[in-house]
């Protein structure tokens, strides 16, 4: 299928967001690409020395926070070559569009990080920082095409409301 026909055939609802045709997806699509291939080369090499050395409780850290860095990246990857096949006319958006393609595991991948991660090697660190914020983008990628974004509700509003959660409805 053409990408011609593969436009003429998205499905209501489901829109090819502007910036997946552009730089923009290009270029996080070889971020996430050479985040997965750096974290696989760490995790079996200099991170497994460098876990061995770690006390008893640093190590089950690591190896908890090693899955998570690892599971964001297998939905990051999977998402982007998912929506790799629909520019390229291989997949419908239709298709990609489903619930068995959305980028997944949330509540994994965005769960808040464990307590001590500061014994960790910093490279793990890094990997966990790098790997969450790939994730985030990609999520709110996946909204802006689906057409899911979020209302933006004014400053003065948000500074309202928290002003009458703390002082209540005087304010």
Same mark, same amino acid.
């Given at each position: 299928?053409?990408?011609a ?15 997946m045709?552009?730089? %923009?997806?290009? +270029?996080?699509?070889? !971020? @996430?690409?050479?985040?997965v /291939?750096?974290? #696989?080369?760490y995790?079996?090499?200099? $991170? ?6 770690l ?6 850290l690591?190896a ?16 982007? %070559?998912?929506? +790799?096949?629909?520019? !390229? @006319?291989?997949?419908?958006? /239709?298709?990609? #569009?489903?619930?068995r393609?959305?980028? $997944? ?11 001590g ?20 983008r990609i ?8 057409g ?11 500074q ?12």
């Amino acid at each position: 299928m053409s990408r011609a026909e593969a436009e003429e055939e998205k499905p209501r609802g489901v829109t090819q967001h502007a910036s997946m045709d552009s730089m %923009l997806f290009d +270029r996080t699509f070889d !971020e @996430g690409m050479s985040l997965v /291939e750096e974290t #696989a080369r760490y995790l079996d090499g200099r $991170g497994r020395e460098e876990s061995r050395v770690l006390s008893r409780k640093a190590a089950l850290l690591y190896a908890g926070e090693s899955m998570r860095v690892t599971t964001r990246l297998m939905q990051a990857a999977s998402w982007l %070559l998912i929506q +790799r096949a629909v520019r !390229e @006319g291989e997949m419908r958006a /239709e298709d990609a #569009a489903g619930e068995r393609y959305r980028l $997944g595991s949330k509540e994994i991948c965005l769960g808040g990080r464990s307590e001590g991660t500061e014994h960790l090697p910093g490279t793990l660190r890094d990997l966990l920082d790098r790997s969450e914020h790939l994730y985030r983008r990609i999520a709110r990628l996946e909204k802006a095409m689906l057409g899911e974004s979020p209302q933006i509700r004014p400053v003065v509003q948000v500074q309202f409301e928290r002003l009458q959660q703390s002082f209540g409805e005087a304010v």
